[in-house]
């Protein structure tokens, strides 16, 4: 199994700028992609971006390209999300989640961390 935990949520002013962390423990060699989610309330949880834990490769949702930027940093097993530009459309509890496979469903997924942008 893989242990997710987020941290870096918080309250942020519109225009401004947030880091979420997600450390991966257990059996992260198994690990193919890892990528962030994020679900407002009332609104169904949505793909946010991801990333390929090897090769690096990025995936954004269109409503984030360009302000949202993910990385990981594998000799610690940590994936980032580097937000800027934030917008109240943007708040929502962020979930991050690591998968085995190139597609399908994630396999694992964090407990969340709220972000909220205020006008």
Known sequence: QVQLVESGGGLVQAGG????????SGLTFG???MGWFRQAPGKEREFVAAVTWRLSRTYYADSVKG???ISRD???NTM???MNSLKPD???VYYCASDRRADG???YWGQGTQVTVSS
């Open 31 to 33: 690990i193919y992609r």
């Open 74 to 76: 594998n000799t610690k």
């Open 17 to 24: 700028s947030l880091r979420l962390s997600c450390a991966a």
């Open 80 to 82: 980032y999300l580097q």
């Open 90 to 92: 943007d708040t929502a």
């Open 105 to 107: 469903p994630y396999d």
């Open 67 to 69: 302000r949202f930027t």
